[in-house]
């Protein structure tokens, strides 16, 4: 398992459950179109941009472009890396006809083309020597009274309020991003 500093962003469930057999790394999806409207998590990938770095890494079809395109417009440049895949004609194992397109996405590549790709874009691989330090878990979670007990939902919610997340997140994609986005001396310090 490769571990990658840069929070990498793919369209989908699948793409994601797919980079999670490869790498360890915080993956967030933009659910398709759906980031065109959602204002918190737009505002979530320019605050991840800013303390680890972005990959964006989309299907090579039209679509995978408009919202790799979406994402240059609305986080900083200087801060947003780009994987692309090539154009590998086929359909993924789930479904039963190839994209619109004809092209596999991110969940049909094979490992060692998406390795690549995050190679060439520059991901930054293993060796995070200055970035080293204890990561929040699930017990410290449960620890702070945010899941497992009464009321953890809404002191998550509360939370995720104080620091501008968005309010869907899951237990653990807060847990992701909260280890994107703080040391374990900085949660513990928090407020909740």
Request: aromatic share 6%; charged share 30%.
């Amino acid at each position: 398992m490769h571990k990658i500093r840069e929070v990498i962003i793919v369209e989908g469930r699948y793409d994601k459950n797919t980079l999670r057999q490869l790498v360890n790394a915080v993956i967030l999806e933009t659910s398709g179109f759906g980031i065109f409207n959602d204002r918190q998590k737009q505002k979530l990938l320019r605050t991840l941009a800013e303390s680890r770095g972005l990959i964006v890494l989309t299907d090579s079809d039209g679509a995978g472009f408009v919202i790799r395109n979406f994402i240059k417009g609305c986080v900083d440049p200087n801060l947003v890396k780009h994987a692309y895949i090539p154009d590998v004609y086929g359909k993924e194992r789930r479904k039963s006809a190839p994209s619109k397109e004809g092209k596999l996405g991110v969940e049909g590549m094979r490992p060692d083309v998406l390795l690549e790709a995050l190679r060439r874009a520059g991901a930054t691989f293993d060796g995070e020597s200055a970035e080293q330090r204890d990561q929040i878990t699930k017990a410290d979670l449960y620890a702070r009274g945010l899941s497992g007990g009464v009321g953890s939902a809404e002191k998550r919610k509360q939370l995720m309020q104080t620091l501008d997340l968005p309010q869907y997140l899951s237990s653990t994609a807060l847990l992701d991003v909260l280890n994107a986005l703080m040391s374990r001396e900085e949660f513990y310090r928090l407020d909740c």
